[in-house]
């Protein structure tokens, strides 16, 4: 039986949530989606300029119009809090690739610490933080419950990017669950 959190139990999570670090983080899963509906969790994965999570269907939904070619590279990779997943799916973690995102992260994603531009490392891998919404869907309802997605969904939500944030790779490299994700300084 799936359990869908209520929102004063999500509000509660605040707290913790918004104690995240802000410079140097931790990757607590990884996860590739090689096909629609179908999700592993690996040790370890590639990032790619070309393909963003090697072996991941991201490049299989490539659009050929300039427009959407654009946007669709703006949402290459997807990173979600683990507090908040882990909050969504009551401390199940089987239940976290659920979400859709690529890469679970101990790391602030607010727009505060994280605003589009912002280079971050995962691993080897330098991403970009992307202006690109993430915010839940109707299948982040379906899977996490209606009191998930106005909580991800809120003001207080999209500031705090609690449904995730998108982000490019503009460096290749490897990264590894339990590895170190950061904030890199301005150039």
């Given at each position: 039986?799936?359990?869908?959190?209520?929102?004063e139990?999500?509000?509660?999570?605040?707290?913790?949530?918004?104690?995240?670090p802000?410079?140097?983080?931790?990757v607590?899963?990884?996860?590739?989606?090689?096909?629609?509906?179908e999700?592993?969790?690996?040790?370890?994965?590639?990032?790619?300029?070309?393909?963003?999570?090697?072996?991941?269907?991201w490049?299989?939904?490539?659009?050929?119009?300039?427009?959407?070619r654009?946007?669709?590279?703006?949402m290459?990779?997807?990173?979600?809090n683990?507090?908040?997943?882990?909050?969504?799916?009551?401390?199940?973690?089987?239940?976290?690739?659920l979400?859709?995102?690529?890469?679970?992260?101990?790391?602030?994603?607010?727009?505060?610490?994280?605003?589009?531009?912002?280079?971050?490392?995962?691993?080897?891998?330098?991403l970009?933080?992307?202006?690109?919404?993430?915010?839940?869907?109707?299948?982040?309802?379906?899977?996490?419950?209606?009191?998930?997605v106005?909580?991800?969904?809120?003001?207080?939500?999209?500031?705090l990017?609690?449904?995730?944030?998108?982000?490019?790779?503009?460096?290749?490299?490897?990264?590894?669950?339990?590895?170190?994700?950061?904030?890199?300084?301005?150039?």
């Open positions: 039986m799936t359990i869908h959190v209520n929102r139990l999500l509000d509660g999570a605040l707290d913790a949530i918004r104690q995240s802000q410079s140097d983080g931790v607590k899963m990884i996860v590739c989606r090689p096909a629609v509906g999700r592993e969790v690996l040790p370890e994965a590639e990032l790619s300029v070309e393909l963003g999570l090697v072996g991941d269907n490049a299989a939904r490539w659009s050929g119009r300039e427009a959407q654009q946007r669709h590279l703006d290459q990779i997807n990173l979600m683990s507090r908040v997943i882990d909050s969504l799916t009551a401390g199940d973690m089987t239940r976290w690739p979400a859709g995102d690529q890469l679970f992260v101990d790391f602030d994603l607010s727009e505060d610490n994280l605003p589009a531009g912002t280079k971050i490392k995962v691993g080897e891998a330098v970009e933080v992307t202006s690109e919404p993430h915010l839940g869907c109707s299948k982040f309802k379906q899977r996490f419950g209606r009191d998930a106005l909580f991800v969904n809120s003001d207080l939500g999209k500031q990017k609690l449904r995730g944030i998108n982000a490019r790779v503009i460096t290749p490299g490897v990264v590894t669950n339990g590895g170190v994700i950061s904030k890199l300084a301005p150039f």
